[in-house]
């Protein structure tokens, strides 16, 4: 189960078969994952008006990464992305939202809707599984995931709350982390279509072992992460 705000979503009958899209390149929702979205274009200001009032789900997706264009001009989407529950919203006095996501469960683009909305719109299926958040968790290398962590902290001369790390959950730490990550949006895409905590986990050192040691190899010391 899911919850988000005011709403559980335990089943696949608790998830829309269609949702209007948010694309933007570098941003990764997970599922339980927040995610502050700042609104300020005309039509996803309107989209966000519609969406509150029915079931408050927007898909959040990157532009396909090859930068491929539609015969419209609108860049091509890629297939997988994330379903997020709008928890709150404030309005800034100067036009804008500010909005705040709670990830639900990936989905993948089943086909682009022809609509006459000013924003996009799909019809998707759901990565069911997600409604189930442990999934994977019991066999994350968490001492793994802490020490990469670690190293990121440390490179960038950054510095975390591990009381709160330390007591966090797998689930938690590890979508976490990979929504702070600073990598670029391949990378980012790659984490959000590992097919469990495990596996997301494991990129995610991965990813970060990587950089570090060519970031290391750059400058003779202690690599950035860019």
């Known amino acids: 189960m ?30 339980g994952g927040q995610m502050p979205l700042n609104i300020f274009e005309p039509r996803y200001l309107a989209m966000i008006d519609d969406v509150m009032a029915g079931d408050r ?13 539609t015969a419209s001009g609108e860049p091509e989407l890629c297939r997988v992305g994330c379903l997020g529950r709008i928890t709150s919203l404030s309005e800034t006095g100067d036009g804008r939202y500010i909005v705040s996501l709670h990830g639900i469960a990936r989905f993948r683009v089943v086909e682009e809707l022809d609509v006459k909305t000013p924003y996009r719109a ?50 938690t730490l590890v979508n976490a982390i990979c929504m702070m990550s600073p990598y670029g949006p391949a ?20 990813m ?3 950089a570090l040691a060519r970031g290391a190899g750059e400058d003779g010391g202690s690599g950035t992460l860019q």
């Open 122 to 171: 799909c019809r998707l299926t759901a990565f069911i599984r997600d409604l189930d958040t442990s999934l994977g968790a019991e066999d994350v290398d968490r001492d793994g995931l802490l020490r990469a962590f670690r190293m990121y902290l440390d490179a960038n001369q950054l510095d975390a709350d591990w009381d709160s790390v330390t007591k966090a959950s797998n689930e």
């Open 57 to 69: 789900v927007i898909g959040m997706i990157q532009p396909r990464l090859d930068g491929a264009r």
């Open 187 to 206: 990378e980012k895409q790659a984490l959000l279509e590992a097919p469990d905590l495990r596996s997301r986990a494991e990129t995610l050192v991965a």
């Open 208 to 210: 970060t072992e990587i």
């Open 2 to 31: 899911v919850h988000a705000g005011n709403y559980n979503y335990t089943v696949e009958s608790d998830l829309p078969d269609a949702v209007p899209l948010f694309p933007l390149s570098g941003a990764l929702l997970l599922p």
